[in-house]
């Protein structure tokens, strides 16, 4: 099973670029998650999916957007990249909301100069 | 938006101590989640308890949801037991489990 799988796990962007986190599942969960995580400070939602064509923002979305066309997959689209975008990124995926725990990806390492 | 504590921040102990990790919030919940993050950045969901008490191995987890409080607790630590343990609660009694709220963790490490 490979559960939730991230590409790239590092990666360095110049202010200004643009670039997309790929987020794949294969165990069929019906919500992703995007998560960003910075030194010190807990997780902190970026977008949500509860299906395929549905997503909502969480509480850090700007900057940042998404699209779900298939279960599986859950990109995230950095637009215009800044500093303040540096961060480590997760993506996760849960059955029913949660209930039965989230699984996460390994992550993504992405540092803006 | 639900404000997650959690105690100590940082805790040191020797291999076979009884640890204890707390988690407090201010919004009353219908469930709380405990996760572990190993140290290469790895996340595993842990717990979703709504009531009681939890086990699953050496991990027991607690909720008084009247007191709105969780605790973590470790048996016969081993330093593989070495992580960050993260809580995290829903916006309210009355959300789902999308737009949690998460601690910034405590970070243990077991001394062997």
């Known amino acids: 099973n490979a559960g939730v799988t991230q590409t790239p796990k590092f990666r360095i962007l110049k202010i200004g670029q643009s670039m997309t986190l790929q987020c794949t599942q294969d165990m069929n969960h019906n919500y992703m998650y995007w998560y960003r995580q910075d030194p010190g400070m807990g997780l902190k939602l970026i977008y949500y999916s509860v299906g395929a064509g549905i997503t909502d923002k969480g509480e850090v979305p700007n900057g940042y957007n998404v699209s779900r066309s298939t279960t599986e997959d859950f990109p995230l689209r950095l637009e215009l990249a800044a500093p303040s975008q540096t961060s480590v990124y997760f993506c996760?995926?849960?059955?029913?909301?949660?209930?039965?725990?989230?699984?996460f990806g390994s992550g993504t390492r992405l540092t803006v100069v | 938006k639900n404000e997650v504590e959690q105690s100590p921040q940082n805790l040191t102990a020797q291999e076979g101590e009884f640890i204890t990790i707390n988690c407090s919030y201010s919004?009353?919940?219908?469930?709380l989640h405990w996760l572990q993050q190993h140290p290469g950045g790895g996340i595993v969901s842990l717990f979703m308890?709504?009531?009681g008490k939890k086990k699953h191995g050496r991990l027991i987890a607690t909720i008084n949801i009247q007191e709105k409080h969780s605790s973590l607790h470790i048996t016969a630590s081993h330093p593989r037991d070495s992580a960050v343990y993260i809580c995290a609660v829903p916006p309210g009694a009355l959300f789902g489990n999308e737009k949690l709220t998460f601690g910034t963790g405590t970070r243990l490490t077991i001394i062997p």
């Open positions: 919004v009353g919940i219908s469930a």
């Open positions: 308890l709504s009531s």
């Open positions: 996760a995926s849960s059955y029913s909301g949660g209930l039965y725990g989230y699984t």
